[in-house]
């Protein structure tokens, strides 16, 4: 069974940075690509970033490059996103997932498994 597990989401004002965890089980990093997506309010669930087995990194929304880092840690087995210079827009539910293949993609529904998702609430 696969699980992934969220947690580190919460209320931020501008300027201000957040780091999600995401614990996963039954799942190694060398079995596939691993990312983040958001969800804002109204819209559609977007890929923000991810990193594939072989520990390469794709950032797919331009406005969080250079605020926004991803990474593993395999002794934990667990990956993370922190969140820098956190803005009003950034504001949405973020997801983790992963997928039974090496390659990384935006297409939601390419990815195998999700984890249950975190509020990120950026606000003065």
């Known amino acids: 069974q696969v699980q992934l597990v969220e947690s580190g989401g919460g209320l931020v004002q501008p300027g201000g940075s957040l780091r999600l965890s995401c614990t996963i089980s039954?799942?190694?990093?060398?079995?596939?690509?691993i990312g983040w997506f958001r969800q804002a309010a109204g819209k559609e669930r977007e890929g923000v970033v991810c990193?594939?087995?072989?520990?390469?990194?794709?950032y797919y929304v331009d406005s969080v490059k250079g605020r926004f880092l991803i990474s593993r840690d395999n002794a934990k087995n667990t990956m993370y996103l922190q969140m820098n210079s956190l803005k009003p827009e950034d504001t949405a539910v973020y997801f983790c997932?992963?997928?039974?293949?090496?390659?990384?993609?935006?297409?939601?529904?390419?990815?195998?498994?999700w984890g249950q998702g975190t509020q990120v609430t950026v606000s003065s």
């Open positions: 997932a992963a997928r039974k293949y090496s390659d990384c993609t935006t297409t939601v529904r390419r990815y195998d498994y």
């Open positions: 039954g799942f190694t990093f060398d079995d596939g690509a």
């Open positions: 990193i594939n087995s072989r520990s390469v990194i794709t």
